[in-house]
């Protein structure tokens, strides 16, 4: 049998996994038959090369029955104490390295419990790095976060360059200063990895704008210069801050170092998904993978799910959205608002709110989750509850802009509101607004139009049109003045915003309310203005997308003219 023993040696080495499977499962046979033509030395060593082929080529379900075989004559071998089979059983795998592999069975196979179940049956002085990083991810996913805390900083005194084990500590809320503690003296002499490890902790501290700062100390020649991960974490930093545009424009630079990019895959398509601009739309199926659908992982299901969305088949969209949960990832943000977006446009509020609540009890700091659940419960009429959603997100968010543009739409649809209220919570996010954006100026002039405020709210459109020229600005000063009766001053802003945007229908309709007392010179300038192409088009001169198209209607005001 020394010769068998010696072949398949060859072969497993050779890594000819499915010959050796093959050779094993024959010789074994044989070995039941003849129970004396096999030592125990012998058929432990044939067991453990069956097991560790069948895993090889993912028969994980056999592996695993015969890593505890392995197990069980290594136990009998020590048991009997038979002197040089003893001595030789140290020469293969612990029983703590076998355990290990059962649990990676146990992994693929989907039985995450039981995986668990079978690391923590091993000794602590048998548990090396490998085993305690991976007890771990199984604790820290059962929720048991004390006992991950513990085990990953075992894997740290025994390896401080072990930086997934550094980011789930800061995952879990150890503060920067003690994981440091931890590494600083392996790390004291890379300087560029204790600057990495600084930003880390910034990122999962939540302090987004310092982590980026300290990420871009980093991202230059001679140090860490276009490093993808660094490009994706800075990523998540601007979207987490709702600066989407930068998030966008650092992820497709990390995209376009690296086009077979899987972290990160999933945040930008939805990004640019939510993105109107066409160019981004291009972008979007440039992403889509051209592999075989069965090595997708789930940033690959979320990606295709957005190119469905953006091709307006929600119902597909919904469908490969809920491909990626089917992963195994509980905390798929991605997939949860992919499908919550596709849910709000077939119309099933509640479902896209579901979805929405499972990925903010996840993720509570992104914004986009909040704003996505605010309006499922604006359509479903449910306004106690849009209101709290909005509330939270204030909270949250410290009275940002953009949770503070998200409660007035809230404040603006309840009639019951008081208005000084509504304009107070409106001023205060056009103050505080370092980017100037005309969301806020644009809810806050709908508020003084149904206040019937006319004047007050001309003054501020023409302010913000000064600095922020669109074809939505024109659009509501033309509104305000036919409110004021100046029907050749609205009959001029209407012209100015069709020019900005020839398909801005509402301004259509406005000119068609005007009565026929204007020029018809005037009237008929504005149509060959219209067909001259030479006028620049609203997305050339807005600085942003103003308030997308579900909200603005809902927030139309109805005025008598």
């Known amino acids: 049998m020394n010769n068998i023993i010696k072949q398949i040696q060859i072969l497993f080495d050779k890594e000819l996994y499915s010959n050796v499977v093959k050779i094993c499962d024959l010789a074994l046979t044989a070995a039941d038959q003849k129970p004396d033509s096999l030592t125990p030395l012998n058929k432990i060593q044939i067991t453990n090369y069956y097991a560790d082929s069948l895993y090889a080529t993912e028969q994980y379900q056999h592996a695993e029955i015969y890593y505890r075989q392995c197990i069980q004559l290594r136990k009998h071998i020590i048991k009997n104490k038979n002197g040089k089979s003893a001595d030789k059983c140290n020469d293969l795998p612990s029983e703590a390295d076998l355990k290990y592999r059962i649990h990676l069975c146990l992994i693929s196979l989907k039985k995450n419990s039981a995986a668990l179940e079978v690391l923590q049956s091993i000794s602590g002085k048998q548990k090396d790095a490998k085993i305690n990083m991976a007890l771990g991810n199984l604790l820290k996913e059962s929720g048991m976060e004390r006992m991950a805390a513990v085990a990953y900083k075992e894997v740290l005194e025994e390896c401080p360059f072990a930086l997934e084990a550094v980011e789930s500590l800061l995952k879990l809320g150890m503060k920067g200063a003690d994981v440091n503690s931890l590494t600083v003296e392996a790390t004291n002499e890379v300087s560029w990895l204790k600057t990495w490890l600084k930003a880390q902790a910034q990122l999962y501290s939540r302090d987004f704008s310092n982590a980026i700062e300290t990420y871009k100390q980093i991202d230059v020649q001679g140090i860490l210069k276009d490093n993808v991960y660094l490009l994706v974490n800075m990523g998540y930093c601007y979207h987490y801050l709702c600066e989407d545009k930068k998030a966008i424009e650092i992820l497709q630079r990390a995209h376009t170092l690296d086009s077979n990019m899987v972290v990160g895959l999933d945040l930008l398509s939805n990004l640019l998904a939510d993105s109107e601009d066409e160019n981004q739309s291009e972008y979007l199926e440039s992403l889509v993978p051209k592999s075989d659908m069965h090595t997708w992982s789930s940033e690959h299901w979320v990606v295709f799910a957005n190119y469905m969305y953006n091709c307006k088949n929600f119902e597909k969209a919904v469908y490969f959205a809920h491909q990626a949960l089917l992963l195994g990832r509980k905390n798929n943000i991605e997939a949860l608002l992919a499908k919550a977006n596709s849910f709000f446009k077939l119309g099933k509020y509640q479902d896209a709110a579901s979805a929405c609540a499972e990925a903010l009890h996840i993720c509570s700091y992104r914004f986009d989750v909040h ?118 001053d609205a009959f001029d802003s209407y012209n100015t915003a069709l020019r900005l945007d020839p398909y801005n229908q509402r301004a259509v309709e406005g000119l068609n309310l005007i009565g026929p007392n204007p020029a018809n010179s005037k009237r008929e300038s504005y149509y060959t203005c219209v067909g001259d192409s030479s006028y620049p088009s609203q997305s050339t001169l807005a600085s942003e997308h103003e308030i997308d198209a579900e909200s603005d209607s809902d927030l139309w005001p109805n005025n008598s003219f």
Not at 386 to 392: E, G, I, K
Not at 404 to 411: F, T, Y
Not at 442 to 459: D, G, S
Not at 462 to 468: C, G, M, S, V, W
């Open 371 to 488: 704003k996505c659940l605010v309006d499922c419960y604006l359509k479903m009429n449910r306004l106690r509850e849009a209101d709290t959603t909005a509330l939270n997100a204030c909270k949250q968010f410290n009275n940002s802009t953009h949770s503070l543009k998200l409660h007035a739409r809230v404040m603006l649809k309840d009639p019951t509101r008081n208005s000084k209220n509504i304009k107070k919570v409106l001023e205060k996010a056009i103050t505080q607004d370092k980017e100037s954006s005309t969301n806020a100026v644009i809810l806050l002039v709908i508020f003084l139009q149904q206040e019937t405020q006319y004047e007050t709210a001309k003054h501020l459109l023409q302010k913000q049109i000064e600095n922020h020229p669109s074809s939505r600005l024109y659009q509501l000063l033309g509104d305000c003045f036919m409110s004021l009766s100046k029907d050749e």
